[in-house]
């Protein structure tokens, strides 16, 4: 498969919305033509340099169109993909582009470890005080990657997994490091609040 390329500096999941600002002369030539054919393209991870991954993505709607051709669009990622060659530029286009193929993606995960996955995702949203609902029969490995503090790396790597459980073992060991972090953080807040109050000490029986 052939995709117009636009290379980020994150990572875009499948399933995912992504509202993008298009600035550049040669992403708004990309996206005035995926906005003609109703194509696709590809969202390229780039770390210090172009990887050789990324997520085709369709638009969903131009949220706002400014006078000097500028857009405001929504997307939704669809299929991790792998470079297989690079064009930049297309011929005839301002954008880079190349074939890619779409990794396999194994959708199958146990009934014990997705419960064990949602029993830390809720532990960890609610340290970050996230506020919305989690629906353990809808939410998947991809649903929260962006909120769960993972390094851009992280999410390259959780990205070119090619299964759900895989992925899910992955989340679950970065929730057992994450979670006591972030409680220790927490700890050391009360303690720092006590600082400068009068403290209620039982005396000491030595």
Not at 28 to 54: N, P, R
Not at 111 to 117: Q, R, S, Y
Not at 139 to 155: A, I, Q, R
Request: proline fraction near 4%; charged fraction near 30%.
């Amino acid at each position: 498969m052939y995709l117009p390329f636009f290379p980020l500096k994150l990572v875009a999941f499948p399933g995912e919305e992504l509202n993008l600002h298009i600035f550049e002369p040669r992403y708004k030539e990309l996206l005035a033509d995926v906005e003609q054919t109703g194509g696709s393209f590809g969202i390229c991870v780039y770390l210090d340099k172009l990887s050789s991954f990324g997520t085709e993505v369709a638009l969903e709607k131009v949220n706002k169109r400014y006078e000097d051709g500028r857009l405001d669009i929504r997307t939704r990622g669809l299929r991790a993909f792998r470079i297989l060659s690079f064009d930049n530029p297309m011929k005839g286009k301002l954008y880079a582009g190349g074939t890619v193929a779409h990794l396999n993606d194994d959708p199958k995960v146990s009934e014990f470890l997705h419960h064990e996955f949602v029993f830390y995702l809720r532990e960890l949203l609610h340290l970050l005080n996230f506020q919305g609902e989690i629906n353990p029969q809808t939410v998947n490995s991809y649903t929260f990657s962006h909120k769960l503090g993972l390094k851009l790396e992280e999410e390259l790597e959780l990205l070119q997994m090619e299964s759900e459980s895989e992925r899910t073992e992955f989340l679950i060991k970065h929730f057992k490091r994450i979670i006591p972090a972030i409680k220790a953080v927490e700890q050391a807040r009360e303690k720092i609040k006590l600082n400068g109050h009068f403290k209620h000490l039982d005396p000491l029986d030595f």
